[in-house]
């Protein structure tokens, strides 16, 4: 299914390191919980967001000083909090905790609590925990603050304890494995993405984190509270970092009221420009994205592989797939030379890969690109949408985990696309026409002969003609290349094409699935 609507209101924008969100977010701040539980689990968050939800949604004010609300995304980035508060050193736990500030667009607190047998413990805002660097901030102006969310530290590359997790704005939160640089981020839900009538951000307004039992855990339990005008939700979250760090999500949801649409385990990324879509002005890097692609595999065995851009207008598509075994934004361009940024580092951006658990029914996988003039914007977003929307106030659960991986990204086990170039050689008078090399590797085609048979198969709709197709081996890499040329029926519509290599009648590659958005 093709769609393509009006610009975005606004972008998705990354604003700050740990975590990258829109921030224009104003929800509601709940808490409903005891102050000690024994025994604290799943079942009590789940039961205060059925509380929250049989209630009216009330809107939060706006509580930051002047000084906090007015500061720069350098000012902010100057508030650090110092690493010797950190909850649990003084424990020597392999997992610590460090807090973000409130201010800038982060203007609404979390409340935090750990979490044990014995009690639940609410952590108190302390200004004196925080180095304010060059900001002239009184502390009696902050006191009374709450946190704006959370960082977990765990030593994971021999450097000392380091962040393989963090929860800041909205409900997003970020993961990472061994020798990966922060990139793509997850939220707990997506509600309307995409549609006219505009986005609703639900929001972490409350935080539950199990204090580890030993000095051996590899495994932390964070539980969180839900909200937003038209949902609340329960959530668990179990982090297991390691050089592929897995987080695994259970999720209750409770609709106040109808809504158009919600998506399951939303991925935000960025991509600005890539190997299919050439960069404008003087920019020397050969690329810049934090994903260059949408992975998805269906319960029909099939691997669909389509390429991100950064389109004009916004672009809205989806594959229909009831039960999904796995989708994902990935950042499958490993080599330094693809990027040349020392500073960013883009080949060491993790790609995540959704894993579902048990039966999610039939919906769809739906992948939202979003026009961006550059690359401090978020405008990427893929999750999975429910054909059925649940009833308000029924219960609705959910489970996956995330897989955040760097080396051993999940791919088909025959071959698989690795680059998908937009243009023509030389020789070539210039036209409207449109040039496409694809190139696939793996297993697969590796133990062919040269002079293996493998067929190209080509699908289109009807905005698009096939003008020439080839497919050849591929001397340099000992993979397969498949060359196109095609027309574009209307310029003004957007195009889809699908492409895979085929041998004695099999597949031999993944399914490679292609829009040409409108010009």
Same mark, same amino acid.
């Given at each position: 299914?093709?769609?393509?609507?009006?610009?975005?209101?606004?972008?998705?924008?990354?604003?700050?390191?740990?975590?990258?969100?829109?921030?224009?977010?104003?929800?509601?701040?709940?808490?409903?919980?005891?102050?000690?539980?024994?025994?604290?689990?799943?079942?009590?968050?789940?039961?205060?967001?059925?509380? *929250?939800?049989?209630?009216?949604?009330?809107?939060?004010?706006?509580?930051?000083?002047?000084?906090?609300?007015?500061?720069?995304?350098?000012?902010?980035?100057?508030?650090?909090?110092?690493?010797?508060?950190?909850?649990?050193?003084?424990?020597?736990?392999?997992?610590?905790?460090?807090?973000?500030?409130?201010?800038?667009?982060?203007?609404?607190?979390?409340?935090?609590?750990?979490?044990?047998?014995?009690?639940?413990?609410?952590?108190?805002?302390?200004?004196?925990?925080?180095? #304010? $660097?060059?900001?002239?901030?009184?502390?009696?102006?902050?006191?009374?603050?709450?946190?704006? $969310?959370?960082?977990?530290?765990?030593?994971?590359?021999?450097?000392?304890?380091?962040?393989?997790?963090?929860?800041?704005?909205?409900?997003?939160?970020?993961?990472?494995?061994?020798?990966?640089?922060?990139?793509?981020?997850?939220?707990?839900?997506?509600?309307?993405? $995409?549609?006219?009538?505009?986005?609703?951000?639900?929001?972490?307004?409350?935080?539950?984190?199990?204090?580890?039992?030993?000095?051996?855990?590899?495994?932390?339990?964070?539980?969180?509270?839900?909200?937003?005008?038209?949902?609340?939700?329960? #959530?668990?979250?179990?982090?297991?970092?390691?050089?592929?760090?897995?987080?695994?999500?259970?999720?209750?949801?409770?609709?106040?009221?109808?809504?158009?649409?919600?998506?399951?385990?939303? +991925?935000?990324?960025?991509?600005?420009?890539?190997? !299919?879509?050439?960069?404008?002005?003087?920019?020397?890097?050969?690329?810049?994205?934090?994903?260059?692609?949408?992975?998805?595999?269906?319960?029909?065995?099939?691997?669909?592989?389509? /390429?991100?851009?950064?389109?004009?207008? *916004?672009?809205?598509?989806?594959?229909?797939?009831?039960?999904?075994?796995?989708?994902?934004?990935? @950042?499958?361009?490993?080599?330094?030379?693809?990027?040349?940024?020392?500073?960013?580092?883009?080949?060491?951006?993790?790609?995540?890969?959704?894993?579902?658990?048990?039966?999610?029914?039939?919906?769809?996988?739906?992948?939202? @690109?979003?026009?961006?003039?550059?690359?401090?914007?978020?405008?990427?977003?893929?999750?999975?949408?429910?054909?059925?929307?649940?009833? /308000?106030?029924?219960?609705?659960?959910?489970?996956?985990?995330?897989?955040?991986?760097?080396?051993?990204?999940?791919?088909?086990?025959?071959?698989?696309?690795?680059?998908?170039?937009?243009?023509?050689?030389?020789?070539?008078?210039?036209?409207?026409?449109?040039?496409?090399? +694809?190139?696939?590797?793996?297993?697969?085609?590796?133990?062919?002969?040269?002079?293996?048979?493998?067929?190209?198969?080509?699908?289109?709709?009807? !905005?698009?003609?096939?003008?020439?197709?080839?497919?050849?081996?591929?001397?340099?890499?000992?993979?397969?290349?498949?060359? +196109?040329?095609?027309?574009?029926?209307?310029?003004?519509?957007?195009?889809?094409?699908?492409?895979?290599?085929?041998?004695?009648?099999?597949?031999?590659?993944?399914?490679?699935?292609?829009?040409?958005?409108?010009?």
């Amino acid at each position: 299914m093709l769609s393509a609507g009006p610009a975005q209101p606004f972008p998705i924008s990354r604003f700050f390191h740990p975590v990258r969100f829109p921030a224009f977010l104003v929800l509601a701040l709940w808490s409903c919980l005891p102050a000690a539980a024994f025994g604290f689990a799943f079942d009590d968050v789940a039961k205060a967001a059925e509380q *929250l939800a049989a209630q009216p949604w009330k809107k939060p004010g706006a509580g930051l000083p002047k000084e906090l609300e007015s500061l720069s995304y350098e000012h902010y980035r100057d508030i650090r909090f110092k690493p010797d508060n950190a909850l649990w050193r003084g424990a020597k736990l392999p997992f610590e905790l460090t807090f973000f500030h409130q201010g800038f667009r982060y203007d609404q607190p979390v409340k935090i609590s750990e979490a044990s047998e014995q009690a639940v413990t609410e952590l108190k805002f302390d200004p004196a925990q925080f180095d #304010y $660097g060059n900001n002239r901030i009184e502390a009696d102006k902050v006191a009374g603050l709450g946190y704006a $969310g959370f960082r977990v530290n765990f030593q994971m590359n021999g450097k000392g304890k380091e962040e393989v997790m963090s929860f800041l704005g909205a409900s997003y939160f970020r993961a990472l494995g061994k020798d990966q640089y922060a990139g793509l981020s997850a939220r707990g839900l997506a509600v309307d993405t $995409g549609l006219p009538s505009g986005e609703e951000f639900p929001r972490f307004v409350e935080f539950w984190i199990e204090r580890p039992a030993a000095t051996t855990a590899r495994e932390l339990v964070i539980y969180g509270l839900l909200d937003s005008r038209r949902m609340a939700g329960a #959530y668990r979250f179990v982090l297991k970092p390691g050089a592929e760090t897995v987080v695994e999500v259970k999720a209750r949801l409770y609709l106040r009221e109808a809504v158009g649409k919600f998506g399951v385990a939303p +991925l935000t990324s960025m991509f600005f420009f890539g190997e !299919n879509q050439r960069p404008g002005g003087d920019d020397y890097r050969p690329e810049v994205h934090d994903s260059d692609g949408l992975l998805l595999h269906a319960a029909n065995d099939e691997w669909i592989w389509r /390429p991100l851009q950064n389109p004009k207008r *916004l672009l809205v598509t989806s594959f229909a797939t009831a039960n999904p075994l796995g989708f994902g934004l990935m @950042q499958r361009d490993r080599e330094f030379a693809r990027y040349e940024d020392l500073d960013l580092r883009y080949d060491r951006r993790p790609s995540a890969w959704v894993e579902p658990k048990g039966s999610w029914g039939p919906g769809r996988v739906e992948l939202v @690109q979003i026009p961006s003039p550059d690359e401090s914007n978020d405008n990427i977003v893929a999750y999975w949408v429910p054909d059925t929307m649940p009833a /308000p106030k029924q219960p609705w659960d959910v489970e996956y985990r995330i897989l955040w991986q760097k080396e051993a990204d999940t791919r088909p086990p025959h071959s698989w696309v690795t680059q998908s170039r937009r243009g023509h050689g030389a020789f070539r008078t210039a036209d409207a026409n449109v040039g496409m090399i +694809l190139d696939f590797d793996g297993p697969a085609l590796r133990k062919l002969p040269a002079d293996a048979k493998v067929e190209g198969v080509i699908s289109n709709d009807a !905005n698009v003609e096939i003008l020439r197709r080839h497919v050849y081996r591929n001397d340099a890499t000992g993979g397969w290349r498949m060359a +196109l040329e095609l027309r574009r029926i209307d310029g003004g519509k957007p195009a889809e094409l699908r492409a895979f290599l085929r041998m004695d009648n099999n597949p031999v590659s993944e399914t490679w699935s292609y829009i040409l958005p409108p010009d």
